[in-house]
């Protein structure tokens, strides 16, 4: 079975902090996304990467930026954490062309910006 | 973009009875997926369902897709207790788009 794990489950920052999150994926996934959740707007897509090192915007990117030096590996970075970035954070991976682009999530990350 | 918006927002029924969600979408697809969410967690896949086919069943799940109107049903026959969960429909766009757009999700709660 293929395990997306995150670093954390919760998380509690202060505003102006850097914050990392980490999304690990054990089935050699060409693709990994970030997603964040919020009430009554479901998942919307923040950053996205097809390979190492490759790495296409989402749909709100801005105050947030991505790494992805290894495979299995992707990295949420929030530069200076504000206040509305607490949100739930969920990352996923697929592998293109197969399953017909099923994604496989992580547990998510409840993250506190206070 | 919001593609997908799942109605109702919330449903509640008895344990046995069966749930029907809905999800209509904007632009045409290449596939459209259903994806369980229970409290605080990640998603799980359930079923998909290509653009060509029109109904697909997997267990107590049944799927419809009409692409003329742009909308897709989940029905869950026998509702059980351990189906109380979100559930987001998914689209991929026409040429099967790597990115998927979610819904907003519709909370479904079955009571005991």
């Known amino acids: 079975d293929v395990k997306v794990t995150q670093s954390s489950r919760y998380l509690v920052k202060r505003t102006g902090e850097k914050v990392f999150l980490e999304c690990v994926q054990d089935m050699d996934h060409e693709n990994m996304f970030w997603y964040r959740q919020d009430p009554g707007l479901g998942l919307r897509l923040i950053y996205f990467s097809y390979d190492v090192k490759m790495k296409e915007k989402g749909d709100i990117p801005e105050g947030y930026s991505v790494s992805r030096e290894k495979k299995e590996r992707f990295s949420l970075i929030l530069e200076s954490a504000s206040t509305n970035q607490t949100s739930m954070y969920l990352c996923?991976?697929?592998?293109?062309?197969?399953?017909?682009?099923?994604?496989?999530f992580g547990p998510g990350t409840r993250l506190t910006v206070l | 973009s919001q593609q997908g918006e799942e109605d109702p927002q919330a449903l509640s029924i008895q344990e046995g009875e069966n749930a029907t969600m809905n999800c209509s979408y904007k632009?045409?697809?290449?596939?459209l997926q259903w994806y369980r969410q229970n409290s605080g967690r990640g998603l799980v896949h359930l079923i998909l369902i290509r653009s060509n086919e029109r109904e697909k069943h997997s267990g107590r799940l049944r799927v419809t897709l009409d692409t003329s109107k742009k909308s897709s049903s989940l029905l869950i026959t026998a509702s059980r207790a351990a189906d109380t969960a979100s559930y987001f429909c998914a689209t991929d766009g026409l040429y099967g788009n790597e990115k998927l757009t979610f819904g907003t999700g519709t909370r479904l709660t079955i009571i005991p």
């Open positions: 996923a991976s697929s592998f293109p062309g197969r399953y017909d682009n099923e994604q496989f």
């Open positions: 632009t045409s697809i290449n596939n």
